[in-house]
């Protein structure tokens, strides 16, 4: 996994979406007005409050010239690598704290699927 996939994996589904729009260069009403949406549609994607739907998100991808599975997760899509993940996040979360990585300490609890 490469640095900026690990970093995509720390992302929501709404941050994926905004970033893809950002990098190309299109407001939500460009985004909206190409896909027959409103900006309104557009805002809640980026904000995690709905998600497109699935013709909407073949068409997002094509028109921000990014992978589908780049922006939606995939069932198909191969796991992430777990330690990859952590240590990119632990980066990230030590710079915007301003302290070294060694002082972050990512917890993460399963309990797994609960059974009645």
Sequence with gaps: MTRST??????????RIRRARLLAHMSMAEVGAELGVSKVAV???EHDQS??????RQALARLLDTPI???FDSENAPAPDLSS????CQQRIARAAGVDH???TINIVYGGPTTH
């Design 6 to 15: 690990a970093r995509e994996a720390c992302l929501t589904q709404g941050q």
């Design 102 to 104: 060694a002082a972050v």
């Design 51 to 56: 998600s497109p739907r699935t013709d909407n």
């Design 43 to 45: 805002w809640s994607w």
């Design 69 to 71: 599975d780049r922006l």
């Design 85 to 88: 993940i952590v240590a990119d």
